[in-house]
């Protein structure tokens, strides 16, 4: 495992990596999988059995639980979901039952802390599974409208570091064509994304911007057949601005 300071935890991040993506694994399910030992993969399997983290039913392996109680805690300790979550409802009830999205910024991809509306039977046949819940800022609107905020250098070391990966055939890859995009967006004070994140998906952020440092943004979502040919159009940006800046004044106002 070259390159991580600790290779045993990257192995047993990647065992849990492949119970995410499969359900449920045997022991050598997973090691043929991560091309390691049997005995490798058993060791780390028990380990995170014995620590709680896995649950082993008859000899196949799946998460337990405790992550659930992990994302919780983190979740409900970060200042944008203390003090956005209320005004994202709120958002909620304002676009007619719109997906709303609260996202903030983890290792330069989006992590969303709250999603309220979704529908699942909205989700369009051609996306990947379940709306994702981390991916890279490139790829959506709250994603773009964080990388907006960020100076050139900062641009340069966020494309340089893994390249512009596509979602979909709309996922912007060009890094002039990115910069325009941002620069757009500190125009306009909002993004905009057109089934890049998901085929058939449309979706409108605003950046939230308090103290000086961006705290993440605010998003709406639909299917793209219930936005106009201009998703920034009728209000709907406006909207989600005031949003984001009902949540500023949240961070001013409460204490942290």
């Known amino acids: 495992m070259t390159g991580y300071p600790v290779g045993s935890v990257k192995v047993s991040h ?40 896995v649950v082993n039913d008859d000899g196949q392996y799946r998460l337990g639980t405790k992550f659930l109680h992990l994302g919780e805690t983190a979740r409900d300790r970060h200042e944008l979901f203390v003090n956005g979550r209320r005004e994202a409802h709120a958002l909620h009830e304002e676009v007619d039952g719109k997906y709303v999205q609260l996202v903030t910024e983890e ?13 699942e039977g909205d989700r369009p046949a051609r996306a990947p599974g379940p709306y994702p819940t981390r991916f ?22 966020f494309v340089s570091a893994s390249g512009l990966p596509t979602r979909t055939a709309n996922t912007v890859r060009d890094e002039a064509e990115l910069r325009t995009e941002l620069e757009a967006v500190r125009e306009n ?14 979706g ?53």
Not at 142 to 149: E, V
Request: aromatic fraction near 6%; hydrophobic fraction near 40%.
């Open 107 to 119: 290792n330069d991809r989006c992590a969303v802390l709250l999603a309220t509306g979704w529908r």
């Open 14 to 53: 990647d065992v849990v990596e492949t119970l995410v993506e499969r359900g449920s694994a045997g022991v050598t399910e997973v090691a043929r999988a991560l091309d390691v030992p049997k005995s490798t993969a058993y060791d780390h399997l028990r380990t995170l059995e014995q620590v709680g983290y």
């Open 189 to 202: 004070g909002y993004a905009v994304d057109e089934g890049e994140l998901i085929s058939g998906m449309t």
């Open 136 to 157: 890279r800022l490139h790829t959506n609107a709250p994603g773009k409208a964080i990388l907006a905020h960020r100076d050139d250098e900062a641009i340069e070391r």
């Open 204 to 256: 409108v952020a605003a950046p939230v911007v308090a103290e000086g440092r961006v705290r993440g943004a605010v998003a709406v979502y639909a299917p793209s057949g219930e936005f106009d040919d201009d998703p920034g159009g009728s209000g709907l940006a406006e909207t989600v601005q005031q949003s984001a800046r009902a949540i500023e004044a949240k961070f001013i106002f409460t204490p942290e």
